[in-house]
């Protein structure tokens, strides 16, 4: 990841916090939240800004990397410790992140891509590689 992107994505985190997502909580009509993560290799936290889906009264984020033939870091650090901390607006949430089996994951990947189409594309991208869909089973506040 490009030194640029970095410093944006830290720019986004801060001012998601310092406004309650009031700003950055918001991208082209799509809902942003704040996950946070413990590192695999560093124990180290680290949070990432996604756009989430909710379906069902679940709440959703897309293991797309852009498209790339491998997971982001911060599914990699889910994977390896499921317990993450979530910010949604102003509330922050302990949550339990579950990677969804085929038969959660299509049906609520079809409706993601019908309403951000850019993940279809992801998918072509991907090289072969299931795009995984997570469910944050919220824990209670954190």
């Not at 700003?23 to 990432?48: E, H, W, Y």
């Not at 852009?66 to 997971?71: F, Y």
């Not at 979530?86 to 993601?112: M, N, S, Y």
């Not at 891509?113 to 469910?135: L, N």
Request: hydrophobic share 40%; aromatic share 8%; charged share 25%.
């Amino acid at each position: 990841m490009s030194a640029l992107f970095q410093l944006f994505m830290r720019l986004h985190v801060s001012v998601y916090r310092a406004t309650g997502g009031k700003l950055g909580g918001n991208l082209a009509g799509n809902k942003i939240l704040l996950l946070t993560t413990i590192g695999n290799k560093t124990g180290q936290p680290r949070t990432v800004p996604l756009v989430y889906f909710e379906d069902d009264g679940k709440t959703y984020i897309v293991a797309s990397a852009g498209g790339a033939p491998q997971h982001p870091a911060w599914y990699k650090n889910l994977s390896a410790k499921p317990e993450v901390t979530i910010e949604l607006g102003a509330k922050r949430l302990r949550a339990k992140a579950v990677t969804t089996e085929k038969a959660e994951r299509d049906p609520v990947f079809e409706k993601i891509k019908k309403k951000m189409t850019q993940f279809a594309g992801y998918e072509k991208k991907a090289q072969g590689r299931v795009i995984p869909i997570v469910r944050l089973d919220t824990l209670g506040p954190a």
